[in-house]
């Protein structure tokens, strides 16, 4: 690794302290040379910040002070590292652990491929070490419907080739100043959720591409800030930022855009069969989504009984 090459990894805590500083031990374990690590702390409320400043010494925090959701905090992490001349860029959740070359090979796969706008690592269920969370992802840009490739698959080396994928995660992503220039910063309309599937939408449609890049491996404990994976309040924002991201990208007319919105909605309700939370709330909180995206309501959710 040329130490030339500054790599700003950038994660974004909320109330999040021990998940943070368990990250944060992985990272230090983790190189490469010319290597920063920064905090973005959105406004936390659990004492955080000065325990990591503690603890961490020689990390970088930036606080926000309030909470400007996954996007706004991401978005002024990226700008402090593009002020700080970073090479390269990688958004990391706050809630993993990471492989000591997990960034190195990010980079290395960015360096081999000129073209790539979005690089991926591979994911693995933090509860369940070799078991595959996100391996690259299908996305039907039109229904609106996607698909983790080798979710809940056990790891067998089935899944070791770099490759492009449809749909980023971003869990853990490599961004460049070059894609960011050309494309943009995250959507913060969007708040959370859905932010990876829009910056994959607008990276292909500036002719960048994603990859998958599965020598980059992390472990995940699956969208904490918001209850789980399987939480009513992850169902409303995935519903209504869908909508808004393929309206956004690849919009249709009135009749074929009532027919993409029945189709993100009816694979919602099916999937509250294999999520244990309330049914009624679940759908309630689908229908709300429906209902804020058609009236052009983004950001937070601010009432959310």
């Not at 040329?2 to 990272?27: H, Q, V």
């Not at 020689?58 to 001349?85: F, P, R, S, V």
């Not at 090479?87 to 073209?115: C, M, R, S």
């Not at 080739?161 to 220039?181: A, Y």
Request: proline content about 4%.
């Amino acid at each position: 690794m040329n130490a030339a090459d500054k790599i700003y990894i950038i994660l974004l805590n909320w109330n999040g302290c021990k998940d943070t500083r368990e990250c944060l031990r992985s990272l230090e374990k983790a190189g490469p040379e010319g290597r920063e690590i920064l905090i973005v702390d959105n406004g936390s409320t659990d004492d955080s910040v000065k325990v990591l400043k503690k603890e961490f010494p020689k990390i970088k925090i930036l606080e926000t002070g309030k909470n400007l959701g996954y996007t706004g905090g991401m978005n002024a992490g990226i700008k402090y590292a593009l002020a700080e001349d970073a090479g390269y860029i990688i958004l990391l959740n706050n809630d993993t652990v990471v492989d000591p070359l997990f960034a190195e090979e990010l980079v290395k796969a960015a360096k081999k491929e000129k073209k790539a706008g979005l690089l991926c690592s591979k994911i693995y269920f933090y509860a369940n070490p070799n078991v595959i969370s996100y391996a690259g992802a299908g996305f039907n840009e039109l229904l609106g419907w996607g698909r983790q490739r080798g979710y809940n698959e056990t790891e067998s080396n089935q899944y070791n080739r770099l490759e492009e994928t449809k749909r980023p995660s971003g869990c853990s992503l490599l961004v460049t100043p070059k894609f960011i220039e050309s494309v943009g910063l995250l959507d913060e309309d969007l708040f959370c959720y859905s932010e990876d599937t829009d910056w994959g939408l607008r990276a292909r449609a500036a002719g960048f591409k994603v990859l998958f890049v599965p020598a980059s491996k992390v472990w995940h404990k699956e969208a904490v800030s918001t209850g789980g994976a399987a939480s009513a309040l992850s169902l409303y924002y995935n519903v209504r930022n869908t909508l808004y991201c393929l309206d956004k990208n690849r919009p249709l007319n009135p009749g074929l855009n009532f027919l993409r919105i029945l189709s993100v909605a009816c694979t919602s309700f099916l999937s509250l069969f294999t999520m244990k939370i309330p049914k009624r709330r679940g759908a309630a909180r689908i229908l709300r989504g429906m209902s804020d995206y058609l009236r052009g309501k983004m950001g937070p959710l601010e009432n959310k009984n």
